[in-house]
C-alpha cells in the first residue's frame, strides 16, 4: 500500500466548509445554497455494487456537480471496477483484495488510455479505510454489511462529510458514529432517511410528532407465517421493486432491513422509538413521511430510483437538476398502506428490542443476520430461521452480563459483540 493524498477539512472554493449546510445527524432545517462553484470531489467505497455503480451514473450525468476523484470495491469484479475508472478517469482505485489488485493493475496497464495519467492503485483489508481519509469533499460509503464501519470512522475523523448508504455500520457503532460526527458529516442516502430529512425541512424538532418509515414488504408481502416455510432463496432474491445486491434484498424479503431502517432513523434524527412506525406501502412511491403535532403530514413521493437519494445526498442540501424522473400526475395510479404482520414478520419487533437496549445490542443484530442470511443462501437454514435465530441471539445477549456493559469503547469492543453473535449464531444453527 502507499500513502494516499490528504488534506484538511474539505471546503468550498469560496473557502466555506461544505457541512455549513448539510445534514446533522439532529433534526435541522438547511436551506438549499445553490450549485457550488466547482464542482465536488466524490470518493465512492463499495463502486461495483448497487449503490456505487447508480452513483457513477448521477456523476456522469451531472459532471459539473460532482468529479469521481476515489474508487473502492473488495475486488470481486476487476473487469467492472477498471471499467469505472476509465469512465470516470479517478486518481485513485482501492481494492481489498491483494489478488484481485494484481489484476486491477494488469487491465489498467493493459487498457488505459497513454496520453492518461494511470490511477495510484493501493490494496489490502485496510484499503477501503484507508482512501475514505484520501483528499475530496465526500465519501460515499456503499460498502455491504457492518464491514463498512472503520471506513465510516476514518472519513468522519478524517472531517470528510459522509453519504451514508452503509447503514450497518451506524447501526453497529452508532455511539462511536455518532461521538465522531460534528454537525453536518452525516447525510443519509437510504431513500427512507433521504425522504425524512426532507420532509424534516417543513418544521422545527419541537414540531415533531412522529416519524413513518414506508416498506415495500418485499417478494412476500400478504404471506402468512406457514406459507413462508418453504421459501427459497432465488425467491427471496426476486424482490419487486428494488434491484439490490442479495443481503440487502435478503433483508428486504424478511424486512430486517426495515428493522435496520428504524435503528438508523433513531440514531439519525434522536427520535425514541415509540415515536417511529414502520408501514407497509407495496407502490414504493412514498419513501416515508413525518407527521407534526398540528396533524399534517408531510411525505416525500418519487418514483423508485435510487439516483435521487444518491444525487441528493451528494449535493445535500442543494438538489441536482434532472436527478431522476418525476411522477407522471396525469396518469391514474392508487397508493395503498397497511400495518406490518408481525407474526410473519418479527423482524422489526426484534430491531426495535435491540435499538431501545442500545450498547452493542444492534450490533449483534445486524452480526447474527448476516451470518444467517449466508447460512440460508447456502442452505443451512430456512427462511423463517433467520429472524427466529437472530432474535435468539438478541435474547442471549440481553440475559447476560452484556447487558449492562454500556456503549462500545472503540471498534474492538463493536467488533467482539459481532464475532460473539457469529459464534452464537452458528452454534443455534448446528444445534
Not at 491483494?98 to 490494496?123: G, N, Q, S, Y
Not at 397508493?335 to 418479527?346: E, L, N, R, S
Not at 445490542?361 to 451470518?371: K, L, Q, S
Not at 427466529?388 to 462500545?408: F, I, K, M, S, Y
Amino acid at each position: 500500500m502507499c500513502a494516499l493524498p490528504r488534506r484538511g477539512h474539505p471546503l468550498r472554493d469560496d473557502g466555506a466548509v461544505i457541512d455549513d449546510a448539510a445534514f446533522a445527524p439532529r433534526p435541522i432545517r438547511p436551506e438549499p445554497t445553490g450549485a457550488p462553484s466547482r464542482p465536488r470531489d466524490v470518493i465512492l467505497l463499495g463502486s461495483t455494487g448497487s449503490i456505487g455503480t447508480q452513483a457513477v451514473q448521477v456523476a456522469e450525468a451531472a459532471p459539473d456537480r460532482f468529479r469521481i476523484v476515489g474508487l473502492s470495491a473488495a475486488g470481486t469484479d476487476p473487469a467492472a471496477l477498471v471499467e469505472q475508472a476509465l469512465r470516470t478517469g479517478s486518481p485513485l482505485v482501492a481494492v481489498t483484495s491483494p489478488a484481485a489488485a494484481t489484476e486491477v493493475r494488469a487491465l489498467i496497464d493493459a487498457r488505459w488510455p497513454p496520453a492518461r495519467e494511470k490511477p495510484i492503485v493501493v490494496d489490502g483489508p485496510g484499503a477501503t479505510e484507508e482512501l475514505a481519509t484520501a483528499d475530496c469533499d465526500v465519501v460515499l460509503n456503499g460498502v455491504a454489511g457492518a464491514q463498512g464501519l472503520r471506513a465510516t470512522l476514518a472519513a468522519l475523523t478524517a472531517g470528510r462529510v459522509v453519504a451514508l448508504a452503509n447503514k450497518e455500520s451506524l447501526i453497529a457503532g452508532g455511539p462511536l458514529v455518532l461521538a465522531a460526527a460534528a454537525p453536518g458529516q452525516l447525510v443519509p442516502v437510504d431513500s427512507e432517511h433521504s425522504a425524512l430529512a426532507q420532509a424534516l425541512r417543513s418544521g422545527s424538532a419541537a414540531e415533531v410528532r412522529r416519524l413513518v418509515l414506508t416498506a415495500s414488504g418485499g417478494p412476500f408481502r400478504g404471506r402468512s407465517r406457514s406459507e413462508l416455510a418453504e421459501v427459497t432463496p432465488e425467491q427471496a432474491l426476486a424482490h419487486p421493486t428494488w434491484t439490490m445486491g442479495p443481503l440487502v434484498t435478503t433483508n428486504s424479503a424478511t424486512l430486517v432491513n426495515k428493522g435496520l431502517e428504524l435503528i438508523e432513523a433513531a440514531l439519525l434524527f434522536d427520535v425514541g422509538y415509540d415515536r417511529i412506525d414502520v408501514v407497509v406501502h407495496p407502490q414504493s412511491i412514498v419513501h416515508s413521511m413525518v407527521e407534526f403535532v398540528d396533524g399534517s403530514t408531510l411525505a416525500q413521493a418519487s418514483p423508485p430510483d435510487m439516483r435521487l437519494p444518491i444525487a441528493l445526498a451528494l449535493g445535500w442540501p442543494d438538489r441536482v437538476d434532472g436527478a431522476a424522473l418525476a411522477l407522471d400526475w396525469t396518469s391514474a395510479q392508487t397508493w395503498t398502506f397497511q400495518p406490518v404482520d408481525d407474526d410473519a414478520f418479527p423482524a422489526v419487533g426484534v430491531a426495535r428490542r435491540a435499538g431501545r437496549a442500545g450498547g452493542c445490542a444492534p450490533a449483534v443484530f445486524n452480526a447474527a443476520n448476516e451470518t444467517m442470511v449466508a447460512a440460508f443462501h447456502s442452505g443451512r437454514c430456512s427462511f423463517l430461521a433467520i429472524v427466529d435465530v437472530v432474535q435468539d441471539v438478541l435474547e442471549r445477549w440481553l440475559d447476560t452480563e452484556h447487558r449492562a456493559a454500556g456503549n462500545p469503547r472503540d471498534v474492538a469492543d463493536v467488533e467482539a459483540a459481532e464475532d460473539w453473535a457469529r459464534v452464537q449464531a452458528s452454534a443455534l444453527l448446528i444445534g
